[in-house]
């Protein structure tokens, strides 16, 4: 049986390869620019290893994980939540973990520069439907460096009750086009973005089981 404290996420302290490599053990890179933006690092708060995001030159990386229910273990839909341990310069114009389900991408910014190991959140995200991607966007500087060790992802309960859907319709004369609908916390570090294949003429949207707060949309 699967613990109630169970972390999905696999090999989050990055320690699986135990040699020096740039395609991590259960990971996936997407490398937009930059030359090798992606590695494992000494530099860690557990074990050998932990995951490094810098470059040289400028760079633009994501490195995720998907997550989906098997014969032998089920990712039960509810409320979930992502950690982990940063440390970083502040050289970013994107940096941020996030979970995406059902083409709803949740994510939580660093927004400041920690010289110590910090800890970053993503908390009372809805889950349903037995998959889910976890991951970490970086676009920054050359030069730039991020540290990450100690990554969790973790059930922590029911969809919340207080959680609700932001919906609305976009009217278009153009086809073949993609349009991402964004909402922001006014009060808080974390934003929601849905991508819309677009459509001609008009079509609904809904971010599902947000958590209750105010918020700025926009497209």
Known sequence: AVAEDNNYAKNGSFDADRVNVTEL?????????GNSP???SNNTTTGKYGLALTDSVDFDCTVS?????????????????????????????????????????????????NSDWTTVTLENVAVTGGKAE?????????GAYCYVDD??????????????????TVSSDTAGQTLTIEAVQ??????????????????????????????????
Do not use: C, H, M
């Open 134 to 142: 976890i991951g970490i966007d970086a676009a920054g500087a050359a």
């Open 186 to 219: 006014t009060d808080g570090n974390v934003r929601y973005t849905y991508d819309l294949a677009l459509a001609e003429g008009e079509q609904s949207y809904s971010l599902a089981s947000v958590p209750a707060g105010t918020y700025e949309i926009s497209a």
């Open 25 to 33: 053990t259960g990971w996936t890179n997407t490398i937009r620019q």
């Open 65 to 113: 994980q998907e997550i989906a229910s098997n014969d032998y273990v089920s990712l039960p839909d509810g409320s979930y939540t992502l950690t982990a341990k940063v440390k970083n310069s502040g050289d970013f114009e994107n940096l941020s973990l996030y979970i995406e389900n059902n083409g709803l991408k949740a994510q939580a910014a660093v927004d400041e520069a």
């Open 151 to 168: 990554i969790t992802f973790v059930r922590t309960g029911d969809i919340s009750e207080n959680a609700g859907n932001i919906s609305g």
């Open 38 to 40: 992606v590695k494992n």
